[in-house]
Structures are given as structure tokens and as C-alpha cells.
């Protein structure tokens, strides 16, 4: 991560969450008992710019929870290998009340056989919901591994699917 980084909770509908910024764009969105490595980085009092990135990235996940807004309009900032990054661009293209399998993920990045190394990948994505990897299921459309957990990620899919379905 950045040396010199900010950030705020705001609590939502699955769990206190903390959104973590730098001058660049937003870093993290860490569920409270996040046991990622990174999850608990040092943070400093917030230049202007950041608080405003905060605010905004607060509004947007606000916004999102309740149902109406389907795209984020964030500057990103994930500190990731290449791989990862690439990984991560596939999540941003999925669109809003879909799901993808890591197969498909893995197709979309050029290599069948690389479904494994993209769960991989996903597993360290740290701007959850902003950067979507709640919308990976399994090849058989089982819900798997969430860094908040399970329940989390079957909330969002099914609050995706209730504001697809009401408009």
C-alpha cells in the first residue's frame, strides 16, 4: 500500500466497513475482521483531497446499498502484481446483477487454465464491492470464498438482483 494513506467507517447493510484512500484514488474497502494482509494499515489524519475522496467513495457505497446506484465513478488506486490488476479489470466489466465463473474470468484474461490463479487473484482484490468479485461463482454457480464472508457475498447478489428485478 502507499505510505501516506486515509480513512473512514461507515457502516452498510453487511457490516461495518472502512474505506481506505490515497492522493491517487481509493485503495481499500475492508469489512471490519477483514483478515487480509494489508487490512490493518496505518492510516493518517486525511489531507482535503482525501476527506473529499472519502466522502465521495462513502456517498457512491451508500448509494449503491440503497439501490440506486449500479456503477461506481472512482478514481482506483489498488496496489496489486499485474496479474492481479488484470484480474481485477475482468471484475470491473461485469456487469451489474450478473455473475461470471473464474473459468470465464480466466477465458476473459486470455487463459483457460488459469480459472485457480484468478481465484488467486480475486482473493486479494482489496476494494471489495467497488471492484466486484462478489459476482465469481463457482463452475457450478455455488457461492464460494468472499473475504467477507459468505453471507456478504450472497446479500449483495441478491440486492443486485432485487434492483435489476424493481426496474
Known amino acids: 500500500m502507499p505510505a501516506d494513506l486515509a480513512s473512514a467507517t461507515m457502516p452498510s447493510p ?5 474505506v481506505v484512500v490515497s492522493d491517487v484514488g481509493v485503495c ?7 483478515p487480509r494482509p494489508g487490512s490493518d494499515a496505518p492510516t ?7 476527506q473529499q475522496l472519502l466522502d465521495t ?18 478514481p482506483l488506486d489498488p496496489q496489486g502484481t499485474a496479474f492481479q ?4 479489470d475482468v471484475l470491473r466489466s461485469i456487469p451489474y446483477g450478473t455473475t461470471m465463473t473464474y473459468g470465464q474470468q480466466a477465458v476473459a ?3 483457460p487454465n488459469k480459472a485457480r490463479a484468478v481465484g ?6 482489496p476494494i471489495g464491492i467497488i471492484v466486484p ?8 454457480g455455488a457461492l464460494t470464498g468472499f473475504a467477507g464472508g459468505l453471507d456478504a457475498k450472497a446479500w449483495l447478489l441478491e440486492h443486485e438482483q432485487r434492483v435489476v428485478v424493481s426496474r
Open 85 to 88: 490488476r488484470a484480474a481485477w
Open 14 to 18: 453487511i457490516g461495518t466497513l472502512t
Open 57 to 74: 467513495t462513502m456517498h457512491q457505497l451508500g448509494e449503491y446499498f440503497a439501490g440506486t446506484r449500479t456503477e461506481f465513478d472512482l
Open 133 to 140: 468479485c462478489h459476482r465469481v461463482v463457482g463452475a457450478s
Open 44 to 50: 493518517t489524519s486525511p489531507t482535503a483531497a482525501q
Open 28 to 34: 481499500a474497502v475492508w469489512w471490519h475482521d477483514d
Open 109 to 111: 484474461l486470455g487463459d
Open 120 to 125: 488467486a487473484a480475486n482473493g486479494r482484490n
